[in-house]
């Protein structure tokens, strides 16, 4: 059974980083994408980064560009979303995704997952 399963959220103060880890389980990271979303209240769920399965290339939403960097580990079949100088703005839930089809370059379309965690939340604020 494919599973992810998120971490590492929490209160954070402008200017300030976090990591968020992203487990994943019945399947290896080098087989399936893996997307970064959030959502914040009120509004829709968003992209935020992915990976692609064969090459591990990265993918940013403009909201994200210079500041979160996304990265896998094969051993712990684990990626990570290293987010730095968080804004308030980035107070949201954050879900980490598999893509439902095997071996292609990652999207940032949330209709192209379909294994999803449970989210951790991520408030950045003074």
């Known amino acids: 059974q494919l599973q992810v399963v998120e971490s590492g959220g929490g209160l954070v103060q402008p200017g300030g980083s976090l990591r968020l880890s992203c487990a994943a389980s019945?399947?290896?990271?080098?087989?399936?994408?893996i997307g970064w979303f959030r959502q914040a209240p009120g509004k829709e769920r968003e992209g935020v980064s992915c990976i692609s399965s064969s090459d591990g290339r990265t993918r940013y939403a403009d909201s994200g560009k210079g500041r979160f960097t996304m990265s896998r580990d094969g051993v712990k079949n684990t990626v990570y979303l290293q987010m730095t100088n968080l804004k308030p703005e980035d107070t949201a839930v954050y879900y980490c995704?598999?893509?439902?089809?095997?071996?292609?370059?990652?999207?940032?379309?949330?209709?192209?997952?379909?294994?999803w965690g449970q989210g951790t939340q991520v408030t950045v604020s003074s």
């Open positions: 995704a598999a893509d439902r089809i095997l071996y292609r370059r990652c999207v940032l379309s949330i209709s192209d997952y379909d294994t």
């Open positions: 019945g399947f290896t990271l080098d087989s399936r994408a």
